[in-house]
Each structure stands twice: as C-alpha cells, then as structure tokens.
C-alpha cells in the first residue's frame, strides 16, 4: 500500500521535531511513530498511485465515449 520508507521518513521527522530532553529516547520514538502511522495510515482507505493512475485513463476513457454519444445523439437529434 504505502512504501515502509514513506513511514520511516515521516517518523524521523516526527522524532527530530521532540525537543533536545527528550531525544535520548529517538530511537524509540522513531519506532514509536512508525507503528503508529503504519496503524492510522492503514486504516484509511488509500489506494496506490498505480491503481489512482489506472482509474483516471478509465475515466478519461469513459469520458470520451460519453462525448462522443452526446455528440452523435445531437446529430440524430438535429436530423428529425
């Protein structure tokens, strides 16, 4: 679903951002966050950048087809 080094990367920032007294304990914290946004970030519903991709060329698809119906129904339609 989402890359481990996007989760890795967001908890070091998120562990650079505690103040100097605490970082003693970064490594943990590090950890910390990462489970925790594994946990949170896994619950919502996201899709990959593939299948977003996907999707928008079959919308894009369908939506010319449907442009292209419309068009072809106003032309029959202008016949009458």
């Given amino acids: 679903m989402i890359d481990a080094?996007?989760?890795n990367e967001l908890?070091?920032?998120?562990a650079a951002a505690v103040?100097?007294?605490?970082?003693?304990?970064?490594?943990d914290l590090?950890?910390?966050f990462v489970s925790l946004l594994q946990s949170r970030l896994?619950?919502?519903d996201?899709?990959?950048?593939?299948?977003f991709d996907v999707q928008r060329g079959?919308?894009?698809r369908t939506r010319s087809k449907v442009d292209a119906l419309e068009k072809q129904l106003a032309e029959l339609?202008?016949?009458k």
């Fill in 5 to 7: 080094k996007l989760f």
């Fill in 11 to 14: 908890a070091k920032k998120l």
């Fill in 19 to 27: 103040p100097g007294g605490v970082r003693a304990v970064q490594a």
């Fill in 30 to 32: 590090e950890q910390q």
């Fill in 42 to 44: 896994g619950k919502l």
């Fill in 46 to 51: 996201l899709v990959t950048r593939d299948e």
């Fill in 58 to 60: 079959v919308l894009e």
């Fill in 77 to 79: 339609e202008a016949l």
